[in-house]
């Protein structure tokens, strides 16, 4: 093998073939012939990439590597690993886009010339684009010869790619796999979060040209920011830094200017003359190691010493100190920074000054950590003839769904990651803050009402007074009323008697009394031998671009209709649709589930851990098929174990040889099972959204007793 050739692990050579891991191993043990690993460890080997191909390519298994999975798995086995590749990636990607005519140039010699001559372009490039090398603490550093020649057949891979692509979206479709490998490593801003955070900026005919974000992370941010002219990042990680640093010049015009630094913001802050328009924040949470003994005397302490377990108050006046007068900031915050004792004078002391506008709280599940419905605090910097106002927004999003005709229970619990719906809260929070801080009057002490009828979120704006007592808890589930169940105490009547319909369409829908008999010994097949002979086809979601509504895992098993969404970003990838009449069961978590795709649900992407099954209507039938996927026997043994999860191979799942009548026959007892056990389903949400309601009702007065 060459030296620093491209290696692969077992799941990259999955992805290549489209197939599961077992398979893989079954490979390993069955073929000897099959490539030996060239490094990694005995539990976690990788092989060479060329050999693999090649292996799979004989074996009829491969008929070419898609260019994006070539790419891809170029860099993730880069000797140098990931990042350094990414980076690489990135550089090659700007100067494409900068100056096709010079990579055409460049690219047209040979690899060892080829990575000297890149060198001293791209050092000519980051220059222009961040500034000098010399500048402390710049971003991207210009890679020399010795650590482009490596990366240099994946350069020209990304290079092809963007040129059927993009080169921005070459680089968000890297970028994205590679945060998506390593999940734990990285604290990600969700997109519609961060399109959220950078509307509030702009809203209220706010200019914001110049944007700063000292806790950077990915960049995701400032690059939902629009026409700015001015982009300032810090980031403390500098592999981080780097990918930021190229991701907002691959992004914003060249007219915008980039400024991307390397550091600890709170200790040493990379730019402490600068005056924003604006600043976007998503800092780290809970963190005691933040210089609480370094900074006991730092002039950006205005509103007070920070407390050593309050680092986000920190943060907060961090980004004050950063805006010009009548500049805004957006923090995300956890809701503990709007109650604990140890911040309340910092807290008082925004609010009389006039600093924070306002706090919206978001549900849970809009960023990590997912169990918890975060904040937002609305900044605002004093100064430039502006009063302090009298009074605070505050917003609660909690229930992001749109309201339910009369009578009517939404199929599944609102919020949870994957499973806001986004445009309904920018819908809100924006109606409620441009209200808020637009049209009214902050002289006036008068309170606004923030889209309360919508469903979308309830909105007060609470004179600052009343929040000036011993606590100064800001926290919006303090100061707001609750959203009524199912629309407020007139909508029970309904909801009751929609309950008292499903609990009568249960009885009829309860299966007859069962004959038994001895159990049965049919002739077996598996799904995989079904899948050979072409009587049905197998495919796996998780990939595809642009606005079709995904069907996810969660709505799989809680039968409810697609709830997820595809990126938009991305070189352009055809999703898999599901049709009805397809079969689709969870891969994850060793479950007996199995949906069959109803028109309603038909035309959806079939989303991460799901498989379809799509079977020939004159050989199999779809009911028959889900029925004996979900039995208990036939799940346990097709299932593998490992640590952490269970992983369902559908392959191995088993289904008897009958004729169609008598699958149909099967099929019919099956459909009547998923109609009942649907009926249940919604007799226990509609039970207890009237159970909640009648103690909400009686407990607030609205509900007599008798």
């Known amino acids: 093998m060459p030296e620093n050739a491209t290696e692969v692990t077992a799941a990259g050579i999955a992805r290549l073939a489209g197939v599961g891991r077992a398979a893989v191993s079954n490979w390993r043990r069955r073929h000897a012939d099959f490539p030996k690993p060239v490094g990694g460890t005995e539990t976690s080997p990788s092989f060479a990439l060329s050999e693999v191909e090649q292996w799979l390519r004989d074996q009829g298994k491969?008929?070419?590597?898609?260019?994006?999975?070539?790419?891809?798995?170029?860099?993730?086995?880069?000797?140098?690993?990931?990042?350094?590749a990414l980076v690489h990636a990135g550089c090659v990607l700007l100067l494409l886009r900068t100056s096709p005519a010079a990579w055409r140039e460049i690219a047209a010699v040979a690899d060892e010339p080829m990575a000297g001559?890149?060198?001293?372009?791209?050092?000519?490039?980051?220059t222009t684009r961040f500034g000098p090398a010399s500048e402390a603490g710049r971003a991207v550093r210009a890679p020399g010869r010795a650590e482009l020649l490596p990366s240099v057949p994946l350069l020209r891979g990304v290079a092809e790619l963007a040129a059927g692509g993009g080169a921005p979206e070459t680089f968000e479709f890297l970028l994205g796999r590679q945060l998506d490998a390593n999940p734990r490593q990285y604290t990600l801003t969700p997109s519609g979060l961060a399109g959220l955070m950078a509307a509030l900026v702009g809203a209220g005919g706010q200019s914001a040209r110049t944007v700063l974000d000292p806790a950077a992370g990915t960049g995701a941010l400032l690059r939902a920011v629009t026409g700015p002219t001015a982009l300032y990042a810090q980031e403390s990680d500098p592999d981080l830094a780097a990918l930021t640093a190229l991701r907002l010049a691959l992004h914003s015009d060249t007219g915008c200017a980039v400024v991307a630094r390397t550091g600890d913001t709170l200790r040493a802050d990379a730019f402490p003359r600068l005056a924003a328009d604006a600043v976007l924040c998503h800092p780290p949470f809970n963190e005691r190691n933040w210089g609480h003994d370094e900074l006991a005397y730092d002039p950006r302490w205005e509103y007070g010493f920070p407390a050593r377990t309050e680092?986000?108050?920190?943060?907060?006046?961090h980004a004050l100190a950063h805006l010009r007068e009548g500049g805004t900031a957006v923090l995300l915050m956890p809701p503990a920074a709007a109650s604990r004792r140890s911040g309340r004078r910092i807290r008082a002391d925004l609010l009389r000054r006039g600093a924070l506008r306002a706090v919206i709280a978001l549900p849970a599940g809009a960023a990590p950590p997912y169990g918890i419905p975060l904040h937002l605090w609305v900044l605002r910097r004093p100064g430039n003839g502006l009063h302090p106002s009298p009074e605070l927004l505050l917003v609660d999003t909690a229930e992001p769904a749109e309201p339910a005709p009369a009578g009517a229970v939404s199929a599944a619990p609102s919020g949870g990651r994957d499973r806001i719906d986004w445009q309904a809260v920018h819908r809100a929070v924006l109606d409620a803050w441009?209200?808020?801080?637009?049209?009214?009057?902050?002289?006036?002490?008068?309170?606004?009402?923030?889209d309360a009828g919508t469903g979308t979120g309830a909105g007060r704006a609470v004179p600052v007074i009343e929040l000036l007592d011993d606590d100064v808890d800001l926290a919006p589930a303090r100061h707001l009323p609750p959203p009524a169940a199912a629309g407020g105490p007139a909508e029970l009547v309904g909801v009751r008697q929609r309950l008292t319909e499903t609990l009568g369409l249960t009885g009829t829908l309860t299966p007859p009394a069962v004959t038994l008999s001895a159990p049965a010994h049919w002739p077996l097949t598996t799904v995989g031998e079904l899948a050979r002979a072409g009587a049905l086809q197998l495919r796996t979601g998780g990939s595809g671009t642009g606005p079709t509504p995904v069907l996810t895992e969660h709505d799989v098993l809680g039968a409810t209709a697609p709830s997820g969404s595809?990126?938009?970003?991305?070189?352009?990838?055809?999703?898999?649709?599901?049709?009805?009449?397809?079969?689709?069961?969870?891969?994850?978590?060793?479950?007996?589930?199995?949906?069959v795709v109803d028109g309603a649900t038909a035309g959806a992407a079939l989303g991460r851990n799901l498989q379809l099954l799509r079977p020939d209507p004159a050989a199999l039938d779809p009911w028959f098929l889900a029925g004996f996927l979900r039995g208990t026997a036939n799940n346990r043994q097709a299932s593998s174990y490992a640590s952490t999860a269970t992983r369902l191979d559908a392959r191995r799942l088993q289904l008897p040889r009958l004729p169609l009548a008598e699958q149909r026959r099967y099929g019919d007892r099956f459909r009547a099972l998923a109609e009942f056990e649907d009926a249940l389903r919604l007799a226990g949400r509609l039970g207890g959204q009237l159970i909640q309601g009648m103690y909400d009702g009686l407990t607030d007065g609205t509900v007599r007793p008798e």
Do not use: C
Not at 434 to 450: L, N
Not at 580 to 586: K, L, Q, S
């Open 434 to 450: 441009r209200s808020f801080d637009g049209v009214g009057d902050p002289g006036t002490g008068t309170s606004t009402e923030a």
């Open 117 to 126: 001559v890149l060198s001293l372009a791209l050092d000519d490039l980051l």
């Open 566 to 595: 595809l990126p938009v970003d991305g070189p352009p990838e055809e999703p898999v649709l599901v049709e009805a009449g397809d079969v689709v069961v969870p891969v994850l978590g060793g479950g007996s589930v199995a949906r």
């Open 311 to 317: 680092s986000e108050l920190a943060w907060v006046q």
């Open 62 to 84: 491969l008929a070419e590597v898609p260019l994006r999975e070539r790419v891809w798995q170029q860099l993730a086995g880069h000797p140098e690993g990931p990042v350094p």
